[in-house]
């Protein structure tokens, strides 16, 4: 099976810098991705990390190491419209690389 | 692009009818899944398709069908609705079984059981 988990909540300073983790159990998947939603609308897409090492898009910025099961999103420079939910998912080894998500992380901005 | 469309975008059940919810896509994507997102608990998987006339289950599949006619749609049937399927459904594509990186979501449907 796979499981992914994710701090659920992370508050931070407009300006400032917040890294949002994800740590994974998996036998097997093809990368991780990272999605944003606003107020439950729908989810749209981040970054994308299918080899270890860090993918830079902006001022977001992720990063997977498959040896430490481990990964994290990186904003910076943090703006009011960042407030949302963050979610990490891997897609999965022979399965047609269907996607699994965590459970999501709350970020709220703060002035 | 239309994109991902979604129909309702709103619906209120009695436990025990059925309903379908819609979805179609003008990407020509391939994958097509459901997803549903209760509070705290994520985005769930309920049924993926990677192609038309192949289907299978995800995370949460119990109390739900789907069948892929076609490339463009991906419905997904409530048999008989239950509070528990009290939840936001989004329907969501991806160019093929390969393309593992960004999904294209729907706008989401709000359901609720009473």
């Known amino acids: 099976g796979q499981s992914l988990e994710q701090p659920s909540e992370v508050t931070a300073v407009e300006g400032a810098i917040v890294q949002i983790n994800c740590t994974y159990q998996t036998s097997g998947f093809y990368g991780l991705s990272w999605y944003q939603q606003h107020d439950g609308g729908a989810p749209t897409f981040l970054s994308y990390?299918?080899?270890?090492g860090l993918e830079e898009t902006g001022r977001f910025s992720s990063f997977l190491s498959r040896s430490d099961s481990y990964g994290y999103l990186l904003l910076q420079e943090l703006q009011m419209k960042d407030s949302a939910s963050y979610f990490c998912a891997v897609a999965v080894y022979n399965q047609g690389g269907k996607l699994i998500f965590g459970q999501g992380t709350e970020l709220s901005v703060k002035p | 692009n239309a994109g991902v469309t979604q129909t309702p975008k709103f619906q209120v059940l009695k436990t025990g009818q059925s309903m379908t919810l819609q979805c179609a896509q003008d990407?020509?994507?391939?994958?097509m899944s459901w997803y549903r997102q209760d509070p705290g608990m994520g985005l769930r998987l309920i049924h993926y398709?990677?192609?038309?006339?192949?289907?299978d289950q995800g995370e949460v599949p119990n109390g739900y069908n789907v069948s892929r006619s076609t490339t463009e749609d991906f419905p997904l049937r409530l048999l008989s609705a239950a509070p528990s399927q009290t939840s936001v459904y989004f329907c969501?594509?991806?160019?093929?079984?390969?393309?593992?990186?960004?999904?294209?979501f729907g706008e989401g449907s709000r359901l609720t059981v009473l």
């Open positions: 969501a594509s991806r160019r093929d079984r390969s393309n593992t990186g960004e999904l294209f």
């Open positions: 398709s990677v192609g038309a006339g192949i289907t």
């Open positions: 990407m020509n994507h391939e994958y």
């Open positions: 990390n299918a080899l270890d």
